[in-house]
């Protein structure tokens, strides 16, 4: 009896330990993908005047996004047939593979391709990561571990900018993707040699129909907000096609869920209020986050004259105020249990700090856009963990793939739809101010330069003050439409339901307490 409780205490104390090793391992994954983005986002400006094509610089990130979006569901259910692990391990693999070629990238076109086989990688980094966790930790426990997570994505949005910048300004903007090489590597050893979960083996299919349908609806629908107005009029048979080929897949692809065996996306997690809510709010989180880190960098290298390094410092009160108020909110979740709250100062925090940058021009001084820049940030932090929280919170644990990659869809696709609305309002408002003030021929030859400042410098006094004047309306234009959509995320925000969350100790959530055991299990084994 003395030796069965002495195995039962040590089966304890390795649990907690089992768990923060493979956190640990899953954290430097997600700090792979999260490094990107914020890497990329102070690059960008150099990037498009080496290689040229302002006119494609949303899709460098559109193009990455999609192919997230696309990839998330067929991987968080290829992770739940088949086991994790290995398709975690597959998905770090395409991402450096994609890392490599983007570097390596001669002309716009190439680099666009290549970004997007990157993002079939990060589709499966970031639903492996948010799944894995999920299945060892439940939503109450979860807070515990805050911190560490809270750590790297602190490490992720203030070193991603200053990394970045600083990498474009002294190694060259190729550098900012091969970046991706040695830390990758390192998560590939972790995740090989610490995280041990069984082995799954299913008879059922995956659903690559629903998939493909999936795949299409969401490329029609982005190139109709990438392209109207721009590329093709609104009326054209271009975009009507476009936005029927919209409306026939989504609503196919509905049917074709009701039908498999394996759906990609079943459609009974969205019984749930709180899950659907969640979507819609993880969706808009990403919509104005995505749009912040691509535009405000633009703003503040064309129109203050930051270098790229400097951006990068730039973006801290943001990324500073955004990683203390998620680190507050989810400390308070685990020892109230309570959250609802959180959704609704993110949301009204986050309409306030667009509206707020919406208002910026040429005379907006660095202190004053820090500001605006550090509301915004807040209006995240109260929103970044507890959108998926809650989503994991409100389905069973034999959906807890489905509703990770369904909550990581959401919001990659709020990303992908922000970009590229914001793109294509961004770019119409700077061409049609820069035609303004220097007419047709001047403005298409200007809108060709460079946009760092030190290329900016260069051009004559009158076609830098039209340039700086264009940048500024274009992000008026950009972040004022943020602002508006932002609204309904306020408002989904006061119909969510405060429900208990699993595994906290006042009981219940038995099916969320279980597989942590199990998983520790197999951890020490």
């Known amino acids: 009896m003395v030796e069965m409780t002495k195995t039962a205490e040590t089966s304890e104390e390795v649990k907690p330990r089992s768990v923060r090793v493979v956190l640990m391992a899953l954290m430097i994954a997600m700090l792979l993908a999260m490094l990107d983005n914020m890497i990329i986002g102070t690059a960008m400006p150099t990037i498009v005047g080496e290689l040229g094509g302002l ?62 086989i990157q993002g079939l990688g990060a589709g499966g980094l970031m639903v492996g990561v948010m799944a894995i966790i999920g299945d060892l930790i439940p939503p109450r426990e979860r807070g515990k571990y805050q911190g560490m997570m809270a750590g790297v994505m602190a490490l992720a949005m203030i070193g991603g900018p200053l990394v970045g910048g600083t990498i474009t300004d002294h190694m060259g903007w190729r550098w900012s993707f091969y970046i991706n090489l040695p830390l990758g590597i390192v998560a590939l050893a972790m995740v090989t040699a610490v995280l041990h979960l069984p082995k799954k083996k299913t008879q059922g299919k995956i659903d690559y129909l629903g998939a493909a349908l999936l795949t299409i609806a969401i490329t029609s ?39 498999a065996a394996e759906p990609i996306m079943p459609l009974h997690i969205f019984r749930s209020r709180n899950f659907t809510l969640m979507s819609v709010i993880g969706f808009l989180v990403g919509f104005a986050m995505f749009g912040g880190v691509l535009y405000l960098p633009l703003f503040q290298q064309s129109v203050q004259g930051a270098s790229a390094t400097n951006s990068g410092l730039l973006l801290l009160p ?75 919170n409100s389905v069973e644990m034999k959906d807890m793939g489905v509703a990770s990659s369904s909550a990581t869809l959401f919001r990659t696709l709020g990303g992908s739809f922000g970009v590229a609305l914001m793109g294509s309002l961004f770019t119409s408002r700077v061409t049609s101010t820069m035609t303004d003030r220097l007419g047709p021929a001047a403005a298409t030859k200007a809108g060709s330069a460079q946009l760092d400042a030190a290329s900016l410098a260069k051009l004559p006094e009158a076609v830098r003050d039209a340039y700086q004047h264009a940048v500024a309306a274009g992000t008026h234009s950009a972040f004022l439409l943020g602002a508006g959509v932002a609204v309904l995320g306020f408002v989904a925000a006061w119909f969510v339901k405060e429900v208990p969350l699993r595994g906290g100790s006042a009981g219940g959530g038995g099916a969320a307490k279980e597989a942590p055991a199990a998983q520790a299990a197999s951890l020490a084994h």
């Open 55 to 116: 006119e494609h610089l949303s899709w460098v990130v559109t193009a990455y996004t999609l192919a997230t979006a696309a990839s998330t569901p067929i991987w968080g259910k290829i992770g739940d047939m088949y086991g994790r692990k290995g398709s975690f391990l597959t998905s770090i693999v395409i991402f450096l593979i994609g890392s490599a070629l983007s570097g390596m990238a001669q002309d716009m076109g190439q680099l666009i391709g290549f970004r997007a």
């Open 221 to 259: 629908t982005v190139l109709v907000t990438t392209w109207g107005g721009t590329e093709y009029a609104w009326g054209s048979a271009e975009i009507i096609g476009l936005i029927a080929v919209g409306i026939v897949s989504i609503a196919a692809f509905l049917y074709v869920e009701t039908k």
């Open 318 to 392: 943001m990324l500073l105020s955004m990683m203390v108020i998620s680190l507050v909110a989810g400390r308070i979740t685990t020892n109230s249990g309570k959250y609802k709250m959180f959704p609704i100062l993110g949301g009204g925090l986050m309409v306030v700090g667009l509206f707020l940058l919406a208002t910026m021009d040429t005379g907006t001084s660095r202190l004053v856009s820090g500001v605006y820049m550090a509301v915004l940030g807040a209006g995240l932090g109260f929103l970044m963990q507890i959108t998926m929280l809650v989503a994991q």
